[in-house]
């Protein structure tokens, strides 16, 4: 298998950003500098916000999207792969003008639970009110998606997306708690396990504290960048 240049197209945000390149890093079974993924990244932190984009009250992120696509190509990427998932929600017009793949990390979750949880029937989805309106997870995954009730989905918007919140770099035990509530209302509609379906979620969210799977599209978009970027195993860091 060939190795190939893999293109990060971040800043949404960039805590998301940085995650996933050491996500990728960790999990390279690597002895020298050599034997890692080589990597072209851009932290763009001025890309329109999709969510509001999606609820109508911004700007298209797409254009932008699109030009740092062709950066990343010019710098010599030859795969795409995104950190935000619900940037996921543009995949089909973003590869359609790319000129380069572009991973889609949804449908990596899918396979793998396919693969993994194959009884597994209803998924609890914890993801931003634009990823939940474009219905980008229900549209490339096959099992029944469960998502918060109105005021549990604005209390999640308000802890990842708040002025104390986890984007602005609040990732406290306090947020954890506040996320396990919503989950534990989700747990009473019969979830069987979790999609952590905003990257920023993965930053506080692990399986001790939920004591459910947690499906986490960053790590499975992570090892499948060490997958085609080289020709070494991957491990199992989180």
Request: glycine fraction near 6%; aromatic fraction near 4%.
């Amino acid at each position: 298998m060939s190795q190939k240049v893999i293109g990060i197209l971040g800043g949404m945000g960039p805590a998301a950003t940085g995650e996933l390149f050491n996500r990728i890093v960790n999990n390279t079974v690597a002895k020298t500098d050599q034997e890692h993924v080589n990597m072209v990244v851009i932290n763009d932190p001025q890309i329109p916000d999709r969510t509001k984009y999606i609820l109508g009250h911004g700007p298209s992120p797409i254009p932008r999207l699109l030009n740092n696509i062709k950066k990343l190509y010019y710098a010599g990427a030859e795969v795409v792969i995104m950190p935000c998932m619900t940037a996921h929600s543009f995949i089909d017009e973003l590869n359609n003008e790319s000129p380069i793949p572009i991973v889609n990390a949804v449908k990596l979750l899918d396979q793998h639970l396919d693969s993994n949880f194959p009884k597994t029937e209803k998924i609890g989805l914890l993801a931003t009110t634009g990823s939940v309106r474009s219905e980008v997870y229900s549209r490339f995954i096959s099992k029944n998606i469960i998502v918060p009730d109105y005021m549990d989905q604005e209390r999640l918007m308000e802890t990842i997306y708040g002025e104390n919140g986890i984007k602005a770099g609040n990732v406290s035990p306090e947020k954890t708690n506040e996320i396990l509530r919503i989950i534990d209302r989700l747990r009473e509609k019969g979830i069987q396990s979790v999609i952590a379906g905003c990257t920023e979620l993965s930053l506080v969210l692990d399986e001790n504290t939920v004591n459910l799977p947690i499906l986490d599209p960053v790590m499975l978009l992570a090892k499948e960048a060490v997958r085609i970027g080289n020709n070494y195993s991957v491990t199992t860091v989180n």
